[in-house]
C-alpha cells in the first residue's frame, strides 16, 4: 500500500515537473513572440503618425510646384518641410521609446501652444472643409507631458474628428480646464458619430471602421490612431474615454493628472491622509 503511494506520488511529481518544463518552453514562445508583435505594432505607429506629417507636406510643395514663380510660397514650403522633418525625427524617437518602455522626461508645456502647432502641421485650413474650429484653452494653462508625445495625441483626435464630419462640415470644439488635481481636456465634433457596439473596440489595435466605408480623406484607418492615443494617455498616469452617438457627433474626454506641489511628494516629511 505505501510502496504504491510513493510510486503515485513520484509519477505526479514527473507529470508536474515535464508539465511545468512545458509551461516555461511556451512562456519563452509567447515572450519571442510577443517581442516580435511589439516591432510589428511600433512600426505601423509610426508609419501612422509619419504619414499624419508626410501627406500635408506633399500638397503644400505641390501647390508650390504649380505656383513656380511665387517665391514666398516656395520658401513657405521649404520653411513646412524642415520643420515637420525635425518634428518627424522627434516622434520615431518618442514612439520607438514607448513601445520599448522606455522613460522620457516631461515637461510643463502650454496646451494651447501643443493644439497651434498641430493645425500648423497639418497645413490646411479646416474651413476650407466647411469645419469651424473653436478653441477654448487658457493661454497660461500648462500640462506636465512630453510634448512631441502629447501633441501626437491631439493630431489624432483632430483628424479623426475631421474625417467624421466630411464632406459635410461641422463644428470641432476643442477646450480645457484646470482642476484642483488634474488637468480635462474635451474635443468634440458634430460628423457622423460611432455606432454603440464599436464603442468599447475603439482603443483596440488595428480596429478601424475608415475601412468599412469610403473615407471623404481618401486614406482607410490603420486602426492604430486610437490605440496609440489610450497608451500614451495611460503612460502619462491619466485617462481618456469616448462619448458618441450615430449622427450625433463624439467627444474624447483626456484627464492628466497634476504634479504634487514640492512639499507634498513623497521625499516630503508630510504624510497625506
Same mark, same amino acid.
Given at each position: 500500500?505505501? !510502496?504504491?503511494?510513493?510510486?503515485?506520488?513520484?509519477?505526479?511529481? /514527473?507529470?508536474?515537473?515535464?508539465?511545468?518544463?512545458?509551461?516555461?518552453?511556451?512562456?519563452?514562445?509567447?515572450?519571442?513572440?510577443?517581442?516580435?508583435? @511589439?516591432?510589428?505594432?511600433?512600426?505601423?505607429?509610426?508609419?501612422?503618425?509619419?504619414?499624419?506629417?508626410?501627406?500635408?507636406?506633399?500638397?503644400?510643395?505641390?501647390?508650390?510646384?504649380?505656383?513656380?514663380?511665387?517665391?514666398?510660397?516656395?520658401?513657405?514650403?521649404?520653411?513646412?518641410? =524642415?520643420? $515637420? &522633418?525635425?518634428?518627424?525625427?522627434?516622434?520615431?524617437?518618442?514612439?520607438?521609446?514607448?513601445? $520599448?518602455?522606455?522613460?522620457?522626461?516631461?515637461?510643463?508645456?502650454?496646451?494651447?501652444?501643443? =493644439?497651434? @502647432?498641430? %493645425?500648423?502641421?497639418? &497645413?490646411?485650413?479646416?474651413?476650407?472643409?466647411?469645419?469651424?474650429? @473653436?478653441?477654448?484653452?487658457?493661454?497660461?494653462?500648462?500640462?506636465?507631458?512630453?510634448?512631441?508625445?502629447?501633441?501626437?495625441?491631439?493630431?489624432?483626435?483632430?483628424? $479623426?474628428?475631421?474625417?467624421?464630419?466630411?464632406?459635410?462640415?461641422?463644428?470641432?470644439?476643442?477646450?480645457? &480646464?484646470?482642476?484642483? #488635481?488634474? =488637468?480635462?481636456?474635451?474635443?468634440?465634433?458634430?460628423? &457622423?458619430?460611432?455606432?454603440?457596439?464599436?464603442?468599447? /473596440?475603439? %482603443?483596440?489595435?488595428?480596429?478601424?471602421?475608415?475601412?468599412?466605408?469610403?473615407?471623404?480623406?481618401?486614406?482607410?484607418?490603420?486602426?492604430?490612431?486610437?490605440?496609440?492615443?489610450?497608451?500614451?494617455? #495611460?503612460?502619462?498616469?491619466?485617462?481618456?474615454?469616448?462619448?458618441?452617438?450615430?449622427?450625433?457627433?463624439? !467627444?474624447?474626454?483626456?484627464?492628466?493628472?497634476?504634479?504634487?506641489?514640492?512639499?507634498?511628494?513623497?521625499?516630503?516629511?508630510? /504624510?497625506?491622509?
Amino acid at each position: 500500500m505505501l !510502496t504504491r503511494i510513493i510510486e503515485k506520488r513520484l509519477s505526479l511529481h /514527473k507529470r508536474l515537473t515535464n508539465q511545468q518544463q512545458q509551461n516555461d518552453a511556451l512562456q519563452s514562445q509567447f515572450t519571442q513572440l510577443q517581442a516580435l508583435a @511589439n516591432i510589428g505594432t511600433t512600426t505601423c505607429m509610426v508609419a501612422h503618425e509619419i504619414n499624419n506629417l508626410l501627406t500635408p507636406l506633399a500638397n503644400f510643395a505641390a501647390l508650390s510646384l504649380k505656383n513656380p514663380d511665387d517665391k514666398l510660397l516656395s520658401e513657405k514650403a521649404l520653411q513646412k518641410v =524642415v520643420r $515637420n &522633418c525635425g518634428h518627424a525625427s522627434r516622434i520615431m524617437e518618442s514612439m520607438l521609446a514607448v513601445a $520599448n518602455g522606455q522613460t522620457q522626461e516631461k515637461q510643463s508645456t502650454p496646451l494651447a501652444a501643443l =493644439v497651434e @502647432n498641430v %493645425f500648423t502641421c497639418l &497645413c490646411r485650413d479646416f474651413a476650407k472643409d466647411g469645419i469651424t474650429v @473653436n478653441v477654448q484653452i487658457p493661454k497660461d494653462l500648462t500640462v506636465l507631458a512630453i510634448p512631441v508625445q502629447l501633441q501626437q495625441v491631439l493630431m489624432n483626435l483632430i483628424l $479623426n474628428a475631421r474625417d467624421a464630419m466630411l464632406p459635410r462640415g461641422g463644428v470641432l470644439t476643442i477646450k480645457a &480646464c484646470d482642476t484642483a #488635481d488634474a =488637468v480635462q481636456i474635451e474635443l468634440s465634433d458634430t460628423g &457622423c458619430g460611432i455606432e454603440p457596439a464599436n464603442l468599447e /473596440k475603439i %482603443f483596440q489595435p488595428f480596429f478601424t471602421t475608415k475601412a468599412n466605408r469610403e473615407s471623404p480623406s481618401q486614406h482607410s484607418g490603420s486602426g492604430l490612431g486610437l490605440f496609440f492615443v489610450k497608451r500614451v494617455i #495611460d503612460d502619462h498616469g491619466g485617462c481618456v474615454s469616448v462619448e458618441s452617438k450615430p449622427a450625433g457627433g463624439t !467627444t474624447f474626454k483626456i484627464t492628466l493628472p497634476k504634479p504634487l506641489p514640492e512639499f507634498l511628494r513623497s521625499d516630503s516629511n508630510v /504624510k497625506l491622509v
